[in-house]
């Protein structure tokens, strides 16, 4: 159960790892990710993406010493197209 949930990355971390976090969580490309929420935090009004990101860094625990090693989650979210059953 160790690996569920959001956790700041310590191996993809530019300022505080949250993206990396996210990244690694969700299997998604960090530096895509990066550029998207900086396109979103500057195209909406009075930048709120900053203060998010503030926010998940305050809420969001740093990766243990335990999964430093590992490459992402063990068991990454699952999508629609990874059915077991086909």
């Avoid at 959001?6 to 990066?34: C, D, H, K, P, Q």
């Avoid at 396109?39 to 999964?67: D, H, N, R, T």
Wanted: proline content about 5%.
């Amino acid at each position: 159960m160790a690996n569920v949930g959001l956790y700041r990355s310590n191996r993809s971390n530019m300022i505080a790892g949250v993206m990396g976090g996210i990244a690694e969580r969700f299997g998604w490309n960090v530096t895509l990710l990066r550029i998207i929420f900086v396109i979103v935090s500057c195209m909406s009004a009075a930048f709120p993406g900053i203060l998010v990101y503030l926010v998940l860094w305050l809420v969001m625990p740093k990766q243990s010493s335990e999964f430093k090693n590992m490459h992402g989650y063990k068991n990454p979210v699952r999508t629609v197209n990874d059915d077991p059953l086909s």
